[in-house]
């Protein structure tokens, strides 16, 4: 355990797209280089409403004590965070969680529906092998396709989906991956997106055959494993998203 | 220097700030963020003699300063306690408190049996709202009350807290029954009963429907509950119900307060119950308050 | 269109939405910056016998979301309100009931007798904390509410809905017993119990010590306790407590609420109670709801 | 009744003085002119904590629908007044109350203690009869002293007293005021100040018979009359402050 509480200056708010956001952050004190997949608990007032802090998955580090959220702006508590001005100090516990696992594969599948980008950046640029990247992005419609420019230039192959097909094929993430993964000798799956698709990910995962590592969410209030709030069902009984996790192997997740 | 220790009972603390239970693990999930051996007791999570699995997902949800919780109890049972967890919180310069929950009489003095020689004091949760049977099915129950409390005095030495459920119309008659009984303090407020539903979905937030308000959003109960409690008995209460800052804490020290628990304040600022002693003592310092049993019970009304 | 009226016993409202009897005052304080036309229905401030003083002030402190108040129930009396204060409530095309408090039943049977005529409805406040005697003294006791509404029901003709205290163990019962006593409606939930404390001062920050915790922080308990009173009778509930836009009104609904009153958001946002009728209006059209009644106990769990 | 539920545009929010606070504000609507003495009623946050509005005598009347209001930096509602910025737009209700009557007189005697200063400065300037203005200012220091220029300006005499004598005469505004009011024929008080201030120049103006007006606080929920919760006694029984008040004729209140 190496999380720490600490103040973070804002050195940018800015919109990524509709809806989304960038945040990037100096750690007022030296705090330990986060694993993509962990995540911090932003407090988003001083006073008592919203009370609880939110979970933000880390999305890129830039280098010491600097770090980048990327964020959709869904309700109250993102809404107060797209506010925050530069130059601001918050209030942040992190790094928080497991982490994904460094694995060697022949191919590294990295899935995100929607937000789900987010970890996976800071995922894929940690990966030393960046030529068997091949990244898989789901959106709803073209306008809301955040973070195109980073992944093409980190992967070696992408492909991309909306639901009203305005950009890439027309279809939900999972169509295609179904469609792409072929050739899966020694591939692992990375996958961040809505419960609903990570259920079909480990779908896809078990017909394969192939691990698959899952950044699952749950409603938080504490983040360090003492409220016992945020658990999911594994085959090993209730887990913790915030201990635990926040990355499971597929196989432990019941559905 | 001004002097911060409180009894309760035979307990005597360093401080009157404790950690309320369900609200700091078992003590090793903040070690790293705050400095155990400050704490005037741990209130370990609730434990049963069997491990429990608490109930589905979700568990907890926002609610205007504050939150509702159906954890359930999940908690790892008494004897990963007594062997995994007590020898960490051991190591600590601090008291600690078993918090217990059974769902018959039987259950709760086998419990405070067990634990009687290994912690420092029982805490009886007989108003968890988050299970089905024991817990509150007890503490809305005057006679149960009684009975339940007076079996495990018998079978237990150490400092006995019963901890009282908010959800009662007359507070004051189960302090007064639950020191009659011979209990050696009271622990008010468990949360409050409550629910809420998402409107897109129509379903409750919580998989349990009904969950347990916590936080700032009840401090006025508590306070209110903690007055009419300790006005009515001679044994010390323990208060808690929403507190954040060391001007709460000193609120239910006014209102009647021995000591005081932080709960979930906790998932807020991890660092709360330090914070807390150290506003009381400089509130104190600045007050010229030498003692804090000046300030216990000392609202003027 | 969308249609939203709703029949609180034989009371026909155009919307569901009502205003909470105390913080309308005689509704016209809000007549500059409310289209009093287009209410469900206003519920003055509470009325007695005789005009009473209420309490000294300080009778209002603000708490985390949520404000405490202890009033005392001062208002005109029943012969100025007739006189003087219907009549201009008798301008707009809105229903009005008439909240009463009496510390006898037959001060109760008195007013209602006096209103049957005059007022379309009748709300019985038996869970008053700010008054000595009457109120709360009738609301957490099952028998005396039992007696009351039985006397209130032979001597009034009108709708007659009975505004239960949350201040009690289990609010099912109390909904049980006014229902079999002929209540045709209930109102819930009044002001919670609670206090504050100054702790410059170390005095209460309410004259009168204790007071009514209303606002936002009690919603939760206050969407409980309608679920729980309207799983158990069969007539409607008027479900109120911290409701401050349309989605926490469709909240009520969604848990068993035929309509609901705003409270203590009219002294926040003047306009809250038109918001909220419009919002669920749009809700509704959005939605695709063609009938309130699709909403009205809709939880699905 | 004349009140309104507007918006309002920040022109500005600058410290007047350490803790004092001036904004001044255009109402994005038409509004009444308020008379002197009468107050506003300012939400603080779109949220619900804090969740009551906070009540504000008008300071000055500056123009069409733009006035300014002077505070002082007290608990959390002030604190986040204070930090609202330019261009942003406020909540506000009112103008609420009844405001200073206006009266003939040979001397119109103005005494402000802290930041009671705030309505008599509109007081002054709408009087028309500038030359038979006194004004009597208590501060607790001289950092805190705060409108010095502008009552110099306007009244005939300005006496001042600072409780560590850091500024005119040492001691309160009382005492100055006892010194100097002598030649009192045809003279009327308005005051504004803490409630034990307020009494006192009650007692001077019984002294002397003669009329003495003031504006009282009490806790406020609605500013429209409808809580009841602003209640003061005075001989005809409990009055609200927001409806009869802030103004009353200092023989009312019972003390
Ligand atoms: C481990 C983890 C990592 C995450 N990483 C990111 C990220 O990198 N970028 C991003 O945009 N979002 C991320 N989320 C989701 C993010 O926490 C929620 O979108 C956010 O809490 C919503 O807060 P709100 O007040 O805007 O929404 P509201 O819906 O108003 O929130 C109400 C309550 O529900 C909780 N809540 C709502 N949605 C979620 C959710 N999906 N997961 C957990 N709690 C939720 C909130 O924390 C809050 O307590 C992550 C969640 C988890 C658990
Ligand atoms: C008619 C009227 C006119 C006023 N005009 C001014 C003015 O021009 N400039 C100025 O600086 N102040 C004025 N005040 C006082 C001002 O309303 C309070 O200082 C302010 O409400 C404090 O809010 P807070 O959250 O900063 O303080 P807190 O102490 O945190 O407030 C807690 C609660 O107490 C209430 N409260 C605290 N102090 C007062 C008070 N003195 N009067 C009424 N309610 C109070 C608050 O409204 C809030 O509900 C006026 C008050 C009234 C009643
Ligand atoms: C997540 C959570 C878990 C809790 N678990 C327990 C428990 O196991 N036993 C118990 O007696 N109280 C439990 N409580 C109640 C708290 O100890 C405390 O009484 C209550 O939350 C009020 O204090 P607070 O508002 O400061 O949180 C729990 C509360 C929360 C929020
Ligand atoms: C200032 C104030 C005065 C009230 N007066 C009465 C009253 O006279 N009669 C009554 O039955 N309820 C009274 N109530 C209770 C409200 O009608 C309502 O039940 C309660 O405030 C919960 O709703 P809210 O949270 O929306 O305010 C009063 C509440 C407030 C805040
Ligand atoms: S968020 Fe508290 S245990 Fe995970
Ligand atoms: S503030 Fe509500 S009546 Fe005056």
Redesign the interface.
Known sequence: MNERLFKARVLENTPASPGYMLISLECLEDIKRPIPGQFFMIRLCSGNDPLLRRAFSLHAWIGKNRFQILYRIKGIGTKILSEIQKGQTIDVLGPLGNGFPKRKAERHVLVAGGIGIAPLIGLAETMDEKDKLSFFMGFRTKTEAICLDRVNKMAASVSVATEDGSLGQKGTVIDILNKNLNNIKSTIIYACGPRNMLKRVSDVALRHAIDAYLSMEEYMACGLGSCLGCVIRTTQGYKRVCKEGPIFDHREIVW | MVRVEVDIGRLHLKNPVITAS????YGE??S??VDLNRLGAIVA?GISLKPM??N??????????????S?GL?NVGIDVFIKEKLPFLRRYDTRIIANILGNTIEEYVELAMRLDDVVDAIELNISCPNVQGGGIAFG?DLRMTEELIFSVRKAAKKTLITKLSP????IGEFAKVSEASGSDALSLINT??????D?K????RLFS??GG?S???????A??MV?EASRVVRIPVIGMG?I?KA?DA??FL??GATAIAVG?A??????ATIEVIEGIEE?MEKGKIDNIKDLIG????
């Open positions: 369900g609200t700091f693990g999930e903040y790293d963020l999570k699995d608490g589905p997902p979700p568990r907890i949800c926002e609610t205007p300063c504050g939150m509702l919780n954890i999940q809305r959800n009662v119309s007359d409050v009963m409550a629910m809420s539903i409107i979905t129509r379903r409750p429907v009904m308000l936080g700032p959003a009840i401090r006025p109960i306070v209110r007055w929403g954040m001007e000193i609120e006014l209102a979930t906790n998932f807020v600022n991890p660092r509130f000392g609202l003027i009304c």
